[in-house]
């Protein structure tokens, strides 16, 4: 039974920085691929970074490439999203999920079974 558990969110001002959190467990490290989506009222869900766990691969969406970056740490079976030089069009629900497979980009939000309740970053 997958669990994720996602922490971090908040409020900030412009160009500041946050560092989202997922905890998780229930999955097979071995083969699992965690990503990080987000969706703001009336627009449709994002995907922004993924990571196979196992073999570090990353992937990010263009819109966010240099400023966010994903990454894990293995004793905490937590996956991070660091968010830098946030912008207003940043605020949005944060959602992390995670699928027992290995995928070679960042593939929509239909390609993953399990998600957290989502952390809500808001910039202004």
């Known amino acids: 039974h997958v669990q994720l558990v996602e922490s971090g969110g908040g409020s900030v001002q412009t160009g500041e920085s946050l560092r989202l959190s997922c905890a998780g467990s229930?999955?097979?490290?071995?083969?699992?691929?965690m990503a990080w989506f987000r969706q703001a009222p009336g627009k449709e869900r994002e995907g922004l970074a993924a990571?196979?766990?196992?073999?570090?691969?990353?992937y990010y969406a263009d819109s966010v490439k240099g400023r966010f970056t994903i990454s894990q740490d293995n004793a905490k079976s937590t996956v991070y999203l660091q968010l830098s030089s946030l912008k207003t069009e940043d605020t949005a629900m944060y959602h992390c999920?995670?699928?027992?497979?290995?995928?070679?980009?960042?593939?929509?939000?239909?390609?993953?079974?399990?998600w957290g309740q989502g952390t809500q970053v808001t910039v202004s």
């Open positions: 999920a995670n699928e027992n497979r290995r995928y070679y980009a960042l593939t929509t939000g239909y390609d993953y079974n399990y």
């Open positions: 229930g999955y097979r490290y071995s083969t699992a691929t």
């Open positions: 990571i196979h766990l196992s073999a570090g691969n990353t």
